[in-house]
């Protein structure tokens, strides 16, 4: 069964700490993405890569970095955390057509 | 600019009720339509899309029709089952964005028995 792993289910961070939350997809997909999921507000896509080394911002990048050094891993970077990124965070991966979107079952990040 | 409306929920049926989730869309281009759905604990899973016009897409006994003149996607179930509970979330993809996909806001399906 194909999947996508992320390596945390609940996080605990203090505000400032630098944060790292990763995902591994073994589908030798090109696409990876991280999103946020707020309540009424859906998931808004934070940072997204086409291929090792390749990033591209989404629509709300800001207080985030990301690291795509091999194919099948690509990481969330909090430099420096703050309570309004307390959310849940999903890393999903795709085929380069945008088919065969999968999934990760999340991390849910909790900043005090 | 592209963009995914959904009817807000939550929404609470009884079993074997009909369902309808409405979703509506704006995009550039000519999308691919999705629905998600999110069981409590878990990640999304694809539901059923459709890439094109008239297209319908099921699975589950979902359905969705693909309506450009009234740029809706809006799903249905004829009769619903407590393990149908979830959150459901349309989404769209626009082929010269590189698969990336747009979101609604989800809607929150509770069945009660």
């Known amino acids: 069964d194909v999947k996508v792993t992320q390596s945390s289910r609940y996080l605990v961070k203090r505000t400032g700490e630098k944060v790292f939350l990763e995902c591994v997809q073994d589908m030798d997909h090109e696409n990876m993405f991280w999103y946020r999921q707020d309540p009424g507000l859906g998931l808004r896509l934070i940072y997204f890569?086409?291929?090792?080394?390749?990033?591209e911002k989404g629509d709300i990048p800001e207080g985030y970095s990301v690291s795509r050094e091999k194919k099948e891993r690509f990481s969330l970077i909090l430099e420096s955390a703050s309570t309004n990124q307390t959310s849940m965070y999903l890393c999903?991966?795709?085929?380069?057509?945008?088919?065969?979107?999968?999934f990760g079952s999340g991390t849910r990040l909790t900043v005090v | 600019g592209n963009s995914v409306t959904q009817m807000e929920g939550p929404v609470t049926l009884s079993e074997e009720a009909f369902l309808t989730i409405n979703c509506t869309y704006t995009?550039?281009?000519?999308?691919?339509l999705f629905w998600y759905v999110q069981y409590p604990g878990e990640g999304l899973q694809l539901l059923l899309k459709?890439?094109?016009?008239?297209d319908k897409g099921s699975n589950k006994g979902f359905e969705a029709t693909y309506r450009k003149e009234t740029t809706s996607f809006h799903l249905e179930k004829g009769s619903v089952q407590v393990s149908d509970s979830a959150v459901y979330f349309c989404a769209l993809s626009v082929g010269n964005q590189g698969g990336k996909l747009i979101f609604g806001q989800g809607t929150e399906l509770s069945v009660k028995p």
């Open positions: 999903a991966s795709s085929l380069i057509d945008g088919y065969g979107y999968t």
């Open positions: 995009a550039t281009g000519y999308p691919s």
């Open positions: 459709a890439t094109k016009a008239d």
């Open positions: 890569s086409y291929d090792v080394k390749m990033k």
